[in-house]
């Protein structure tokens, strides 16, 4: 594959994004963008590399990197990349893409060799394109095992499956969230701030009001 993207051409439009989206958002970052050819080439061989640093890295690699991955995409998007085409641009800030191609290996092998020893499928979450990518290759060599991809959109994973498995099994779904139920017992507020003697927060009075009478009246 070609390099496609050159500092030349996409370096000033991926800077100029990049600086308008850090002063709406307000963040304390700075960037270089770079030639990435050979950066990983075993597993991924991007036309350009981002580099951040500054105060708000930790913002950026924070949750597994969400931030980063989501700047990557949105930076993409505003070059108008075909979604086949989004690995080569990749973001990084302290190593953490060399450090994570290093997890993903690693967790490849060991799904392999407990599909070994159970003889049933091992699902990895859902993931994007690229970091799949990395667990197929570092599998590519294996005899007894094989890596396949299922589900589509935001649940596509990984399955690593025994070799001779002809039916893939279906993607795991992530559990729906549950809604939020009554309050406990032991709550001082429950809805609408009642509280356990059965008045309102803002409301301390023992037990009914007669008619006519204010709030708590003057004492005598």
């Known amino acids: 594959m070609g390099q496609k993207y050159t500092l030349v051409e996409a370096g000033p439009r991926i800077e100029q994004f990049l600086h308008k ?97 159970s003889h049933q499928p091992f699902h990895f979450s859902p993931m994007n394109s690229r970091e799949r990518r990395i667990l197929h290759l570092s599998l590519r060599d294996e005899t007894e095992v094989r890596s396949e991809s299922v589900g589509e959109g935001p649940i596509r994973q990984v399955v690593v499956v025994p070799a001779d498995l002809k039916i893939l099994p279906e993607p795991i779904r992530p559990p729906r969230p549950q809604p939020e139920g009554p309050p406990r017992s032991g709550d001082r507020f429950g809805d609408r701030g009642r509280d356990r003697r059965g008045g309102f927060g803002g409301d301390r009075g023992r037990g009914p009001r007669g008619p006519g009478r204010g709030d708590r009246g003057p004492r005598r």
């Open 21 to 117: 989206v850090f002063e709406l958002a307000g963040f304390s970052l700075s960037f270089v963008v770079r030639d990435g050819a050979n950066l990983h080439p075993d597993f991924e061989n991007p036309d350009l590399l981002v580099q951040f640093s500054g105060p708000d890295v930790d913002l950026l690699l924070s949750n597994k990197a969400e931030l980063l991955l989501a700047l990557e995409q949105l930076t993409s998007e505003a070059l108008g990349m075909a979604p086949e085409e989004h690995s080569r641009v990749c973001f990084d800030a302290n190593d953490h893409r060399v450090l994570r191609i290093q997890e993903l290996r690693m967790s490849a092998q060991a799904a392999a060799e407990r599909v070994k020893k």
